[in-house]
């Protein structure tokens, strides 16, 4: 559409004239969101992807900018005077903030569409970590309109002294994917730059877009600390999403525990091949590369239609899987959360999800993927791995017709990413300690710091913390006479911009063809077990390690045979609260669906071996078997809090009984097993639940020492202790990278036991890791219900998964998987009926 075509009649008219040429008519809720924008609000708009949320968001910016125009453009009364000889100075006018790097491109296509219809000369930039040097140059080059980036970029540019007078006629910031940020440092990054841009702009308008959560209004009130009562703009209704689950033949053997879902690979290759282009969800990036190693392998079109997606490839596999998704040239993508957020992919027509998504949202979120399309609705191919997976997905259905959705609460005082954020002031023209202080406090992360938490972040960025006096590298800002703070030092200043952020990727080796382009990253504990020559699968291809140098693996493809898949840490989710709940309520009532009809009788074996839980009691196992006594017991409540449960049952029972015990857990309970059998009854057990003395007996139980040392790192890394490594020098290895974070752990907590990060580090794995709240809501709802101890005289379903797990860290990889299938089938011989 030409902008000729446009170009008559008022602003709304041109801008509703564009829809029109599209097919299109405004959606109510955009035409609210346009209302409200030129009214002056701010506001969070939440809606399914694929509704519409782009041109929601932009219409407001646009009909702003043809107004400008169109008055600029009328005649003036009086003596017409010359025309400057130079076009007027640009001023940046909207900055939209997207999650990911890989949103960055599509969001510029979105945005200039429109733009450049409507006949606005606008300039549109974009810098993330992928941009080119020309466009970060042209960042802070004053000549932009709209500038697309991340959050952390962001950070870095408000780093600049010179970016305050670009970023003073800022009209709006678009904040997309406000989900993803909202529960994790990266959106309290975010947070402290909002703040910074509102001093500058205080007229400034904020509009996050959000898929649904279940704590809409603290999302709102999170991105617009001030105002409180903004607006919720609600969009369409979310689409009707459908589930449908790939089950076993009848008289099939489905496993148990222990497995990929591989078993399923000859009824997922048919699904494939019934549609045009596919998308295969896994939940790990080990679990997408034998998944997509397995489709390879079979697969009856040419090698170039099916494409690997995750994190750790290059940005150029990605983007070329990306591209192909979006014009068609691909027939599959097995990928993970990588290609979860809004990249629009119309021709996808079908979704898989392989195992159970582990929460609503993100089943809900994999779903918006397929059929892209205005009213069409979502559809999943479910792939259960396992036995117990039929279970959960019929609950993700159940949950979702409930309008069951998961809250992601928002980090508070995060003290490493506001001395972080400080120093980027100190670089950024400096600050006074007051000012800066009134500012911080303005955001939801910080409104309860308080003035000696203050100052001990002002003492750190000045020297360190008493302990660090000493040692000028930790002496990152100077208060000049002024009582203004400010970085001197350019050598700081380059270390700092270099380590802006809160993603850490320390001890990651660069995988990279001996000649040719990189592939990606894999982790350094991965490589350094492999020997010259070893063969290992990444990247959808067999590889060969020729030598590893400088944090840098470069290989060859391998001629034949096979190879190990690298693991990378953080890949197991637990069951989120939602679906937990859901799972335990199928157990007491099952209904009618076809997996809970295939799973029937491993139910019905269940119950006449022990019992079946339930929300209105607490199940607990006493079994006797070969290797042992095992008790096991199923709150529900998630793998992260049930491990933490397990620890604290086994040191609770450890100082009633003299013994040692080893455990395990699952999202579904956990085991202890005590090294000298120890008889349990139900009063014993009730008081090893008790709710009382919760955080004491944690600190017994755990070595919350070492834990938090290994929290520390992260801490120490965004909080600048870890120097980054310098361009052109080797990255630093994950030990080098321990050991120097180690060594500060143990002087701070020598000499200076209070010091702000050591109490962060100890808070994080109790909040974070341990979920301390969620625990402790466990242990009061365990008190709450009848308590069901049985003693089965065999393991069962239920048991039978959570033995495995425990087996799992005594045997090597080969030897647990036949012991779990012989054990498995000894267990079903001995009860078939």
């Not at 053997?253 to 009824?267: E, I, V």
């Not at 119950?607 to 339930?614: I, V």
């Not at 994080?764 to 979920?771: K, N």
Request: charged fraction near 25%.
């Amino acid at each position: 559409m030409s902008a000729a075509s446009t170009a008559a009649g008022t602003p709304l008219q041109q801008w509703r004239a564009w829809f029109a040429c599209r097919g299109w008519t405004p959606l109510p809720f955009q035409r609210e969101l346009w209302r409200r924008y030129q009214a002056g609000e701010s506001g969070l708009l939440h809606t399914p992807t694929g509704s519409g949320k782009t041109l929601a968001a932009l219409g407001g910016p646009l009909l702003e900018a043809l107004q400008a125009k169109a008055a600029s453009s009328r005649p003036r009364a009086g003596p017409a005077k010359p025309s400057p000889r130079r076009a007027p100075p640009r001023t940046l006018k909207l900055l939209w903030i997207t999650p990911l790097r890989a949103l960055a491109a599509d969001t510029v296509r979105a945005l200039r569409e429109p733009i450049d219809a409507l006949g606005l000369d606008w300039q549109i930039g974009v810098r993330t970590g992928d941009a080119s040097a020309r466009d970060k140059r042209l960042a802070r080059s004053g000549k932009l309109d709209a500038l697309v980036t991340t959050p952390e970029s962001l950070a870095l540019l408000l780093s600049y002294p010179d970016t305050a007078p670009l970023l003073a006629g800022l009209h709006c910031v678009i904040v997309d994917e406000w989900h993803e940020l909202l529960g994790n440092k990266r959106g309290v990054l975010l947070q402290l730059c909002l703040a910074r841009l509102r001093v500058g702009s205080p007229a400034l308008r904020v509009w996050g877009l959000s898929a649904t959560l279940g704590n809409l209004e603290q999302a709102r009130d999170v991105l617009l600390p001030q105002q409180p009562q903004a607006a919720l703009v609600a969009g369409v209704k979310p689409r009707t999403v459908t589930l449908e689950t790939l089950l076993p033949d009848g008289g099939e053997r489905f496993p148990w525990a222990g497995h990929l879902g591989l078993a399923q690979l000859p009824r997922v290759l048919r699904a494939l091949m019934a549609v045009r282009t596919s998308l295969v969800f896994t939940n790990t990036r080990a679990q997408a590369e034998l998944w997509h190693q397995a489709l390879a392998s079979v697969w009856p079109e040419p090698a170039q239609t099916l494409a690997l997606h995750h994190g750790s490839l290059a940005p150029g596999l990605r983007n070329a899987a990306e591209a192909g998704l979006r014009d068609g040239s691909l027939r599959c993508v097995v990928a993970t959360s990588s290609l979860d957020l809004g990249v629009d992919f119309p021709a996808v027509d079908q979704v898989l999800q392989v195992g159970s998504p582990k929460g609503v949202a993100r089943l809900l979120q994999r779903a918006g993927r397929a059929r892209h399309r205005p009213g069409e609705s979502g559809h999943v191919l479910c792939v259960p791995s396992h036995a117990l997976e039929l279970m959960e997905f019929a609950a993700a259905r159940r949950a979702i017709a409930h309008g069951y959705i998961e809250a992601r609460p928002p980090p508070r005082l995060s003290l490493d990413v506001l001395a972080q954020h400080c120093v980027s002031c100190a670089l950024g023209g400096g600050f006074r300690a007051d000012a800066l202080l009134a500012e911080v406090r303005g955001t939801d992360a910080f409104a309860a710091l308080d003035e000696p938490t203050w100052q001990a972040v002002l003492d750190f960025i000045v020297q360190g913390g008493s302990a660090l006096t000493q040692y000028p590298d930790f002496h990152k800002v100077v208060r000049d006479e002024a009582g203004v703070y400010r970085v001197v030092d350019r050598r700081v200043a380059l270390r700092h911009r270099l380590s802006i952020g809160t993603i850490t990727s320390d001890g990651s080796v660069r995988v990279q063809f001996l000649r040719g382009g990189r592939l990606g990253a894999v982790e350094e504990q991965f490589v350094g077990r492999l020997r010259r020559g070893d063969h290992f699968q990444f990247a959808g291809r067999l590889l060969e390690l020729v030598r590893l140098e400088d944090m840098t693996a470069y290989v060859r493809v391998a001629k034949g045979g096979d190879g190990a898949v690298p693991k990378w840490m953080g890949g197991r989710m637990p069951l989120s609260s939602a679906l937990s709940r859901e799972v335990e309520a199928l157990f007491a009532d099952p209904g009618d669906t076809a997996e809970m009809r295939a799973l029937a009788p491993l139910l019905r074996l269940q119950s006449e071996l022990s019992a079946l839980p339930g929300p209105d009691h607490l199940l607990a196992e006493s079994i006797r078997a070969r290797d042992g006594r095992h008790l096991f017991v199923y709150p529900f409540a998630g793998r992260q809090v049930n491990e933490g449960l397990a620890a604290l049952l086994a040191a609770r029972w450890g100082r009633r009984q003299r013994n040692s015990f080893s455990f395990a857990a699952n999202d579904y309970g956990f085991v202890v097993s005590p090294a000298q059998d120890s008889a349990v009854d139900e009063d014993l057990l009730r008081e090893l639940l008790s709710p009382a003395g919760l955080l004491d007996d944690l600190r017994e139980s755990l070595n919350l020492g070492e834990l938090a040392r290994r929290q520390f790192r992260e801490i120490a890394r965004v909080a600048g202790l870890l120097s980054p490594s310098l361009p052109g020098r080797a990255p630093r290895s994950l030990r080098q990278l321990q050991a120097s974070s180690g060594l500060l752990y143990d002087v701070l907590r020598r000499f200076d036991p209070d010091h702000l990060l050591l109490a962060q580090a100890e808070r994080e794995v109790l909040e974070g890791q341990l979920e301390l709240t969620r625990m402790a809501a466990a242990l009061e709802r365990c008190a709450q219900r009848k308590l069901r101890l049985h003693a089965p005289r065999s393991l069962t379903p239920l048991s039978f998964p959570l033995w495995a797990e425990r087996v799992r860290g005594q045997l090597s990889t080969e030897d647990w998987k036949a012991r779990v299938l012989r054990a498995a089938a000894q267990l079903e011989r001995r009860n078939a009926r």
